[in-house]
T-cell receptor, first 116, second 113 residues
Framework: DQQVKQNSPSLSVQEGRISILNCDYTNSMFDYFLWYKKYPAEGPTFLISISSIKDKNEDGRFTVFLNKSAKHLSLHIVPSQPGDSAVYFCAASNRYSGAGSYQLTFGKGTKLSVIP | DGGITQSPKYLFRKEGQNVTLSCEQN?????MYWYRQDPGQGLRLIYY???????QKGDIAEGYSVSREKKESFPLTVTSAQKNPTAFYLCASRVRGVPDTQYFGPGTRLTVL
């Protein structure tokens, strides 16, 4: 049972336009969410995160929105650049699970292609 | 430079052989993690360790073993009991505090022939 879902395996966007990557989750205990970017044959790099007490977090061209009632988050990239072409993973954790493990549960990823 | 190193980048082994993947970090992070990535799949947790001499099974621990004798090192052994060992293996570590974010190494691509 997938607790974190990225329903779009791929997305193509024109350079300069907005990229919107979506993520849904089912576990209402998740309270911290992250986005990672991954190039082929490399480790994921952390992009941006958001706590469940917020509904928006910005960092430069990247903004993450969280809608807790819908159990949905999205990553906006504006403007999109060719170097943004990569696989983007959404991840979620439950900081206060009691086990203190801070395990991350990952979605399957969305491959973004930014066309020059 | 602080970071997480994994070696080797590519590893080939014959079926039936055990193989150990290295993961070292000099970030002074307490927690370390091993994930596996298969094509079209997300990252799945194999094992994690929050402190030295302690580790816990993740979602897919069968056929794997780990040790955590030093804070800096968290090697993963892929045993012959792992039925589908060919995959991309990622090691991560986490700094305690806010944000609780995991940082990843470059990965090791294991191919079992």
């Amino acid at each position: 049972d997938q607790q974190v879902k990225q329903n779009s395996p791929s997305l193509s966007v024109q350079e300069g336009r907005i990229s919107i990557l979506n993520c849904d989750y089912t576990n209402s205990m998740f309270d911290y969410f992250l986005w990672y970017k991954k190039y082929p044959a490399e480790g994921p790099t952390f992009l941006i995160s958001i706590s469940s007490i917020k509904d928006k977090n910005e960092d430069g061209r990247f903004t993450v929105f969280l809608n807790k009632s819908a159990k949905h988050l999205s990553l906006h990239i504006v403007p999109s650049q060719p170097g943004d072409s990569a696989v983007y993973f959404c991840a979620a954790s439950n900081r206060y699970s009691g086990a203190g493990s801070y395990q991350l549960t990952f979605g399957k990823g969305t491959k973004l292609s930014v066309i020059p | 430079d602080g970071g997480i190193t994994q070696s080797p980048k590519y590893l080939f082994r014959k079926e039936g052989q055990n193989v150990t993947l290295s993961c070292e970090q000099n970030l002074n992070h307490d927690a370390m993690y091993w994930y596996r990535q298969d094509p079209g799949q997300g990252l799945r947790l194999i094992y994690y360790s929050q402190i030295v001499n302690d580790f816990q099974k993740g979602d897919i621990a069968e056929g794997y073993s780990v040790s955590r004798e030093k804070k800096e090192s968290f090697p993963l052994t892929v045993t012959s009991a792992q039925k589908n060992p060919t995959a991309f293996y990622l090691c991560a570590s986490r700094v305690r505090g806010v944000p609780d974010t995991q940082y990843f190494g470059p990965g090791t691509r294991l191919t079992v022939l």
